[in-house]
């Protein structure tokens, strides 16, 4: 048998024998009588020093030869205790081998040369070995025995090959003499005998061990000459393994399974939404079943008990919200409606020439509008809006750079100083990321577009915001833009329209009195206007009362005639949640005049020095105003750092374009120049939470008015 096939019958027997354990074990008083068979793989040695009259060569004698081939075997066994057996075998045992040997010897002409002898034997052992065998440990076993048999059709074939020289022959002109075939070997003793020896491991493969297969390894020493009167024996090494079959083994009793049923009742107990899910288990009672199949015993144990299960129920909860108006002297209204005065506006909204960067970042913000090509781009579609003018800065420079193929820009990128170090590498990399738009979406030649950062020293804004907080640092990573053409960076002219330009009440109170308190984690307050969404608060734990201030963004996006629904929704414990609402009508009344209206920037941080573009602005507005108009100047600033400088700064910005109006002024006009607006946002800022919103506050708004 192959090795292969033995590994795979002793990896078998082991997972068998290892998933056949049970509690029951044979006995040991049945001592088993067993047949079976053994296949082996055999390798025989032979050894000696002899040459054999028939097969001559002339002084040089055969030793060693090495044979493989299959063995087999039919036995019989009997136990004597179960420690000791013995068995009587009927076995098959290869016995071939291929000698060879060389020989010095002279050729004719005195000529030195080499033969190689050789004798190759074909035969079979075919006798009985009486074996005993003895348990060492477990199931490993050492066997020891003796066996007698007799050769079958033992035969031979021998030549003699001149091996040098190379081209040589014997003196039957051929290189090969002597040579015979399958001769019968003569002279040989009528029994063989030997002693064997060796080690087996017994794997029974069923329950009472009726059928046994065992893997062996022997080892067989000869003691009679192959022929006799010559010094030639044979050895064999035999590997494999045998089954057995017991005729007289015991019947093992039936396996016994074991099982459990539990069988769990459940008693359900409410309890407070806020305490945790229990279960408490009850008394345990159970008793034995036993039932038998043909093949098996069952014994199950069955069980059973009644658990009190604690379920919080689910909390109920009520949301309530009633809406007053805050006077501006701070009494409450509960009973009112929401009033918007508006007025027509026609406005030529600003272009700020500067790009603002993240931290440490050499990419275009996402607050800015990127397009893919230049066809997507609209400029009546931007609202009128000073903030969503600015996002649209890349894109207005573009379209502007492709209307006037003459015009150049110059681009000089910044970094802050504090937490950029002034880094000019990243300064330029900032100038040249807005270049690289310009050219791949609108197509503007690149030699018309300079970067004018330096290489090294402080790429600083020339005038730095000095304010140390993150929102004077963001405002100096910028790019800014330089041009001799005005026009590149000149207002947007805006289509005349209606906007919001007071709101009464200005602020709002909602009071949630009458809503849970008790299970809520959560609220969130809602305004919408139709679709629009108007403004939402939220927070944790149970609401307290809420304001809101209306401003006039709002107001524009209040639909008229159309109530503002406001809903408070309560979030509690166990995802039970409540919601209420209330409404506010809506009145929207245009007043009679209408407005002009300019916005001016940009002033440098703590400067209220015109700026050339600026003053070419009010030259082209103030030669449109008619005769008899009321026009005001108002100066802003962001709120942000000391409030009287920030009062005073806007007066003087405010007097210089007063100043300059005086100056291109051809009309009577009234002229107001006084106002200052320090405490709240200039139209169409909401905040100031970025760096634009911030430097568009920086700013000074003529208004004029005229009849509609």
């Keep these: 048998m192959r090795t292969p096939l033995l ?9 068998h024998r290892a998933s056949s354990q ?8 049945v001592w088993l009588f067993s047949v079976g068979v053994s296949a082996y793989g055999a390798m025989t040695m032979h050894n000696g020093n002899f040459l054999l009259p028939n097969a001559p060569t002339c002084c040089t004698e055969y ?20 420690v000791f057996r013995l068995s009587l075998r009927g076995s098959f045992i290869p016995m ?21 002898h050789s004798l190759d034997v074909s035969m079979n052992w075919l006798g009985a070995e009486l074996m005993a065998d003895v348990r060492i440990a477990g199931p490993l076993r050492f066997l020891v025995g003796y066996g007698m048999g007799t050769m079958l059709s033992p035969t031979y074939s021998q030549k003699e090959t001149l091996v040098e020289p190379s081209n040589g022959t014997f003196e039957n002109g051929q290189r090969v003499r002597n040579a015979t075939s399958d001769q019968t070997l003569t002279g040989l003793p009528q029994w063989h005998g030997g002693v064997v020896g060796g080690l087996s491991y017994d794997i029974p493969l069923t329950r009472n061990n009726s059928v046994m297969l065992t893997p062996e390894l022997t080892y067989r020493l000869g003691l009679s000459n192959i022929v006799e009167g010559f010094d030639w024996k044979a050895n064999t090494i035999r590997l494999g393994a045998s089954i057995a079959f017991a005729t007289n083994a015991p019947t093992p009793p039936k396996p016994v399974e074991r099982r459990r049923e539990l069988i769990v009742d459940s008693t359900m107990v409410s309890i407070e939404p806020d305490q945790l899910y229990r279960r408490t288990e009850g008394v345990e009672r159970s008793y034995v079943d036993t039932t038998e199949t043909a093949d098996t015993i069952f014994i199950t144990q069955k069980a059973s008990r009644t658990d009190t299960v604690f379920t919080p129920v689910l909390p109920t909860i009520h949301a309530a919200i009633a809406a007053k108006a805050v006077e501006p002297n701070g009494s409450l209204k509960d009973v009112f409606g929401i009033a918007v005065s508006t007025q027509f506006v026609t406005e030529a909204l600003p272009v700020l020439p500067v790009i603002f960067f993240e931290s440490q970042s050499i990419s275009l913000s996402f607050r800015y509008h990127q397009i893919k090509k230049a066809a997507d781009f609209n400029i009546d579609a931007i609202p009128p809006r000073t903030t969503e003018v600015h996002h649209e800065v890349l894109n207005i420079l573009g379209s502007r750079l492709r ?14 100083p504090t937490t950029e170090g002034a880094d000019c590498e990243l300064a330029r990399k900032r100038a040249e990321t807005v270049k690289a738009y ?15 950062t330096a290489t090294s020293g402080s790429c600083a804004p020339e005038r730095a915001t000095r304010q140390p907080s993150e929102e004077g640092f963001s405002e100096n990573r910028r790019v800014e833009i330089e041009t001799e053409n005005l026009d590149l960076i000149a207002s947007v002219k805006r289509q005349r329209f209606n906007e919001a330009r007071a709101v009464t009440p200005p602020r709002l109170l909602f009071d949630p009195t009458g809503s849970s308190t008790q299970f809520v984690t959560g609220w969130k ?24 201030d209306l401003t006039t963004t709002q107001a524009d996006q209040m639909l008229a005639a159309v109530p503002v629904v406001v809903t408070l929704k309560l979030d509690a414990i166990r995802k039970v949640s409540d919601s209420a609402s209330t409404s506010l009508s809506v009145r929207k009344d245009t007043i009679a005049t209408e407005m002009e209206r ?26 449109q105003v008619p005769a008899g108009s009321v026009v005001t100047v108002r100066g802003y600033a962001d709120m942000l750092g000391n409030a009287d400088f920030n009062r005073k700064i806007s007066a003087r910005r405010a007097e210089a374009v007063c100043a300059s109006i005086q100056r291109h002024l051809s009309r009577r006009v009234s002229l107001k120049c006084d106002e200052v607006a320090t405490d709240r946002f200039p139209p169409g800022i909401d905040s100031y939470n970025t760096p634009e919103e911030r430097f568009l506050s920086r700013t000074v708004q003529i208004e004029v008015k005229k009849p509609r």
């Design 7 to 15: 590994l795979l019958l002793l990896s078998v027997g082991l997972l």
């Design 22 to 29: 049970d509690d029951w074990t044979p006995p040991d008083s």
């Design 63 to 82: 030793t060693t030869a090495t044979g493989f081939g299959p063995a087999g075997s039919i036995f019989v066994r009997q136990e004597f205790t179960k």
């Design 96 to 116: 071939s081998g291929a000698f060879t040997t060389d020989e010095n010897l002279l050729l004719s002409g005195q000529v030195a040369g080499v033969s190689e």
């Design 403 to 416: 209307d006037d193929p003459t015009a150049t820009v110059r681009l000089r990128g910044t970094a802050d």
């Design 438 to 452: 310009l050219t791949s979406v609108w197509n503007i030649a690149s030699d018309r577009i300079t970067v004018v």
């Design 525 to 548: 307050l809602e305004a919408k206007s139709g679709t629009n969404v108007l403004f939402a608060k939220e927070g944790k734990g149970a609401p307290t009362s809420i304001t809101q």
């Design 598 to 623: 300019l916005t001016l920037t940009l002033f440098e941080v703590a400067s209220d020095k015109l700026t050339p573009i600026a003053e070419e602005q009010i030259k082209k507005f103030v030669d």
